[in-house]
């Protein structure tokens, strides 16, 4: 990769106009940073183009220049996804100015979205037509839909509708040698070779700008429900997620697991928040279901579980305010652990069925391993996702992820890698997960990544550093790098 | 690529063993020809390995000699995709001694299938304990799990629980270097960067071998009620589909049309057949509803349907015998199209809501270009895939395919390509569709895919001539060549 040169950014700058084209070290800033501030790079300049065709146009010039290209939409990565390295070489292609929903088919249950459309205005467009877009995530007033296919989001709808991957129908995206990958006809069946809207999706921009995506759209959810339940145990949990989808079926749509320790953690942290069941329980489950009048199924299930004694206590919110106090009490728990202390965060998975004996085994390996750490998993059970963070020892000070993190995740990841699971269930890889999915991926997996990576992009300009594992570990940022970084602005 | 020298054969004899390895003509045979017999090649071996471990050591052995593997299941292919060339340079590997079920665990609902599974046997196993895996296709007696995934299968349940890519979970593979890919895990959260599985599912063996995989198993069906209805035009049939929906949810898993041209063909030229409406329909479909009860339900909404004027007559199968005679006369068309007189077939595609016009448009376009031809266009409307096949004036000869095929094939897939559908809906490409897709494919897509082959099987061992488009058309056997080559056998 090579520093664009001055007639290269002359060039770009002519083609997208003032709007589309900044080299402002001010206007650039915000985009240099992730939104977490554990990243920073530095980029040559920052592009805004409105259409694909001048995305093609940029990919086509930096691809003869070999300059390197970071995608970005709404730069809300856990992972260091869409920041540039510090070379200051990049450019950042910012989708931000492509917000248009080309069409809506309320009927046959299809939206084409640019890519740069943030997931609260799909959302929102949807909803007018009688529809939704049935996945959503805490950042869903930033991301984009571009960012959410090229990551393959998931959130607390996945249960029911799947992640992006399940949820994308077409694609629309310029390759690494410019060309125009035109895939947004929704066809349900396509046997046409290798699944290039597969690839793509989750690919994290290394393969390739999304620039639009076909997206399913499904009925509006004619009522909700929303529950707050004590069980004894994970795998208590896990036999009343089996039972409610026996009694409601497809009705469940999200299954969130909140340890005590998780709930005691928000109750303390955040104001006017209080527990919803009358005595404390060892674990809570946060409970949605929908349809016509799911209040009254899910009020019996959860009877019939009380009565058998899987159930310790439960409540369904009487209102529309009480269900998003339940949901508020699950949105806090990163907040109120951030307030806390420090923690080592991990996003990981393991077959549904494996987690909760995974999650029970793994605390206590952690927690004898490293003396005073306390384990708060939590999140999308019904997945098999939890995340997995490791509190630090109360009094400790703000330098222990830097001190110990690095060794803590690797063991943590190790735990996950012996059971058969991934060590990122929804967040990627990014940059901050490079070096472990070096240092722990199946080798044949490995390698076969790398080689698609070289035949589709054998210049590397498509963000690079992010996803692909490089082939020694040591060449990768470690896992925890980034708090080392901070305040190291460039 | 090279003709496999005595030593390597030697080798392979003695790794497999009198049952594993074959050089007879008389033994070989059978799979030197796919089950239509339109196309016809040669092997220097027939390998039948019974581990993943044998599999590992025959690719390895072969990507150092540089000698073609042809992997092979039920040779069910509907596009000689399982046939070796004329060669003789090739190796057969046969998966049909891997036919164990690894596990099933009727409560996460997953079973782990090696690849020589017959999906028949899946379907009884499955359904011993209390579930079923919701795929099935005419080839069930043959077809096996490898070739399923290997081809993405559809078939018709894919209405309401997709092809195979949406069933399985996790995959075991060789991959052309040797090394094992094992991913039989299934994670329902799993974003460490390309989705191999993905890619491997529908590569019809050229990336690998596919040794067992991780599939979705369903609850068994509590009741199943099947119906025959008489609609107007296709546009009606696909409203007939959007009420029935509307009423019966997910009940819904087969939805297959039915033209009157195909309903007379059966009834003139299979025994023992008979018109389920007392009026012929200019278009009948076959509807198949499950759960507790769903006769009830689905009388309820045909005869809604039947008031409204959108169905003109519908009959629910008052018997299982009923139910079987209704399948019976869907499953029939393409042995009594047979009988009736050739045709050029297509397996194609377009956006669900475009079928229907385009069916229409289309027939008229062909039947206008060729005279004296008649379309009978059939199948899975619900997932805008029909067999759309252009039968031969009345009184032409066996010859006609031969003489003006190839012309009538182009012109549907030009038609198909021009509303952005797909050539190969669900039968894949094989050594059929390989020029046509290099004739007709979105040159990105072209590109994307040979990079992808050459990167992972950089000596092309792995089945090679099939599904990766030649860069010249012309290299490709023509779409009708097999017949040409009738009798022609090596």
Not at 35 to 63: D, F, N, Q
Request: proline share 6%; glycine share 10%.
């Amino acid at each position: 990769m090579a520093y664009p040169a001055p007639a290269l950014l002359d060039k770009l700058a002519s083609l997208l106009g003032a709007k589309g084209f900044t080299r402002d070290p001010g206007d650039m800033a915000p985009w240099l940073s992730d939104w977490r501030g554990r990243y920073h790079g530095a980029a040559a300049a920052m592009l805004s183009p409105a259409t694909r065709e001048e995305i093609v146009e940029i990919v086509r010039l930096c691809a003869a220049a070999q300059v390197a290209l970071v995608p970005q939409g709404g730069n809300s990565s856990m992972v260091g996804g869409a920041t540039p390295d510090s070379s200051g070489e990049a450019l950042i292609v910012s989708t931000r100015r492509m917000k248009r929903i080309r069409s809506l088919d309320a009927e046959a249950g299809l939206a084409v979205c640019e890519a740069g459309v943030i997931l609260a205005d799909l959302h929102a467009t949807a909803l007018a037509a009688g529809r939704r877009f049935p996945l959503t995530l805490g950042a869903k007033g930033s991301a984009t839909i571009g960012g959410l296919v090229s990551t393959n989001a998931g959130g607390t709808q996945v249960l029911r509708f799947g992640p992006m991957r399940a949820l994308v129908q077409g694609i629309e995206a310029v390759l690494p040698d410019g060309s125009l990958f035109e895939g947004l006809t929704a066809l349900r069946k396509d046997n046409r070779g290798y699944d290039l809207r597969q690839l793509l999706i989750g690919a994290e921009g290394t393969l390739g700008i999304v620039t639009a995506a076909t997206l399913t759209l499904v009925p509006a959810a004619a009522g909700r429900a929303v529950a707050w339940a004590g069980v004894a145990s994970a795998t208590d949990a896990t036999r009343l997620l089996r039972h409610l989808e026996a009694a409601l079926g497809d009705a469940v749509e999200s299954f969130e697991l909140v340890p005590k320790s998780a709930l005691d953690l928000v109750l303390a942290h955040v104001p006017g928040t209080w527990a919803p069941l009358a005595a404390a329980v060892p674990w809570n489950v946060l409970i949605e279901a929908v349809g016509p009048n799911p209040d009254e199924p899910l009020s019996r299930a959860l009877a019939i579980a009380l009565e058998s004694g899987l159930v310790a206590d439960a409540v369904v919110a009487a209102s529309e305010a009480q269900a998003q106090a339940f949901w508020r009490l699950r949105d806090s728990i990163s907040e109120a652990e951030k307030k806390d202390g420090p923690a080592a965060k991990h996003d990981i998975s393991v077959a549904v069925g494996d987690m909760a004996p995974f999650m029970t085994e793994a605390a206590a390996a952690v927690e004898a391993r490293f003396a005073g750490t306390r384990v708060n998993a939590f999140g999308h059970l019904g997945d098999g996702n939890v995340h997995f963070n490791v509190r630090a020892p109360e009094g400790a000070g703000p330098g222990w992820v830097e001190s110990i993190g690095e060794e803590v995740s690797a063991f943590v990841h190790d735990l996950v890698t012996a059971a058969g699971g991934s060590i990122s269930a929804e967040h990627g890889i990014g940059q901050m997960k490079v070096g472990e999915l070096a240092r722990l991926g199946d080798p044949a997996r490995l390698d076969a990544l790398r080689a698609i990576k070289r035949a589709l992009d054998p210049a590397n300009i498509m963000n690079p550093g992010k996803l692909v594992p490089p082939v020694d570990p040591m060449e990768a940022p470690s896992f925890h790098q980034s708090l080392a970084q901070k305040g190291v602005r460039p």
